[in-house]
């Protein structure tokens, strides 16, 4: 009897182990649920924001025309760093002067955004968009469809405009 009472101890030492080390692993579980969450939850606001970012330098990049040319460019450098930003500074004046010469009008809208990569510090966004551009050589207005691949940096808390590419 006494080596059916040593079976059973063991049974019931091995259950109780069992029970704890499930318990264990449930609790592991759970956190790492919770940090998992709370990872993607920090990833899709950095989405949303890298792909505002985008669209809007991309909306202010196709509806620019002679009356609106400066505002769009200050829109577009505020959320842009180099080498962006420097190169859409030396050419802004120009640009402006060229609109007005040709008194361009432009109207269009985003047709789809995508992320192509992000991490912590960088992303890659890729850009649908169509427009009708209208000036003194085309008073009918012209249609033109754009891919652009735009190159964003973390930068000071915020998704800042780094590249611009016309997409193939």
């Known amino acids: 009897m006494a080596a059916s009472t040593d079976v059973g101890r063991r049974r019931g030492r091995l259950a109780v182990v069992a029970v704890a080390l499930l318990l264990v692993v449930a609790v592991a579980a759970a956190v790492l649920s919770v ?7 920090g990833t899709g606001a ?3 924001e890298a792909t505002a970012v985008a669209s809007q330098v991309v909306r202010d990049f196709i509806g620019i025309d002679a009356d609106n040319a400066k505002g769009n460019v200050e829109n577009m450098l505020a959320v842009a ?6 190169e859409l500074g030396r050419f802004s004046e120009v640009f402006g002067a060229i609109l007005a010469q040709g008194k361009v009008r ?3 809208g985003i047709d789809a ?4 990569h992000i991490d912590a510090d960088t992303a890659t966004v890729l850009v649908s ?3 009708t551009v209208r000036n003194t050589e085309v008073p009918d207005g012209a249609p033109r469809d754009f891919r652009l691949l735009l190159g964003l940096r973390h930068e000071d808390g915020a998704w800042k405009v780094s590249t611009v590419e016309v997409a193939p």
């Open 35 to 41: 940090l998992a969450w709370r990872g993607t939850a």
């Open 129 to 131: 968009a169509s427009t």
């Open 113 to 116: 955004v995508g992320i192509e």
């Open 46 to 48: 950095d989405r949303d």
């Open 106 to 108: 432009a109207e269009g």
């Open 81 to 86: 760093t180099d080498p962006f930003r420097t």
